[in-house]
Nanobody, 112 residues
Framework: QVQFVESGGGLVQPGGSLRVSCAASGSISIYTIVWYRQAPGKQRELVAS???????NYADSVKGRFTISRNNALNTVYLQMNNLKPEDTAVYYCNHRVPGSWGQGTQVTVSS
């Protein structure tokens, strides 16, 4: 089973940008990979997905601001987050379309 390690989170001001990374322990080339996020006291929600062919989908709340991409040679998926808003504050996770085990995620905090 492939495991995922998220990184790149941090504190950013509203309107700022951040790129988070998802490094997999093995090949992900044949899989759809999904970014999820979970804010305190809220359910985990799907943010963006990318198929093995590179087709992407986004939650309405992030459409036009976030971009998901992948580098299969590096077994890595990225989420570029632009024009960040306080409501984007959450722990960000990556996983399969049908999730397996969860990593620790990476904290993204958008605040002045």
């Amino acid at each position: 089973q492939v495991q995922f390690v998220e990184s790149g989170g941090g504190l950013v001001q509203p309107g700022g940008s951040l790129r988070v990374s998802c490094a997999a322990s093995g090949s992900i080339s044949i899989y759809t990979i999904v970014w999820y996020r979970q804010a305190p006291g809220k359910q985990r929600e799907l943010v963006a997905s990318i198929t093995s062919r590179g087709s992407t989908n986004y939650a309405d709340s992030v459409k036009g601001r976030f971009t998901i991409s992948r580098n299969n040679a590096l077994n890595t998926v990225y989420l570029q987050m632009n024009n960040l808003k306080p409501e984007d504050t959450a722990v960000y996770y990556c996983n399969h379309r049908v999730p397996g085990s969860w990593g620790q995620g990476t904290q993204v905090t958008v605040s002045s």
